[in-house]
């Protein structure tokens, strides 16, 4: 796989889960806000720092994922991932493992 190509995906997966973050951080903002809690009631529900929850819900995606969904779980949201269940072939996935790197097989 050409490098050129692993920068594409790398960057278009990037901008997916900066949208991703963003719209979940939306969420969150107005679920937080139809309960008529603070930021701070859900900092101190959850024991993470308001500081966090600032950033989530303005879509930061270099967040901790575990805090994400203990407060998603607190305001009643349950995140799913898409095609959980189903597993791609390995030929629709991008190979993440450079080319001169020797392969171990299982």
């Known amino acids: 796989m050409s490098n050129?190509?692993?920068?594409?995906?790398?960057?278009?997966?990037d901008r997916t889960?900066?949208?991703?973050?963003?719209?979940?951080?939306?969420m969150v903002r107005a679920r937080r806000k139809a309960q008529g809690l603070r930021q701070?009631?859900?900092a101190s529900a959850?024991?993470?720092?308001?500081?966090?929850v600032v950033d989530m819900e303005n879509g930061?995606?270099?967040?901790?994922?575990?805090?994400?969904?203990?407060i998603a779980r607190f305001l009643g949201?349950?995140?799913m991932v898409e095609h959980a269940l189903s597993t791609p072939p390995d030929s629709d996935l991008p190979d993440m493992i450079p080319e001169d790197l020797p392969r171990i097989e299982d």
């Open 77 to 79: 949201i349950v995140p």
């Open 17 to 26: 889960g900066a949208e991703d973050a963003r719209r979940f951080g939306l």
């Open 46 to 52: 959850t024991g993470v720092g308001r500081r966090y």
């Open 4 to 13: 050129e190509y692993q920068s594409s995906a790398i960057s278009q997966s």
């Open 40 to 42: 701070e009631d859900v």
């Open 60 to 70: 930061k995606p270099t967040l901790r994922i575990g805090p994400a969904l203990m």
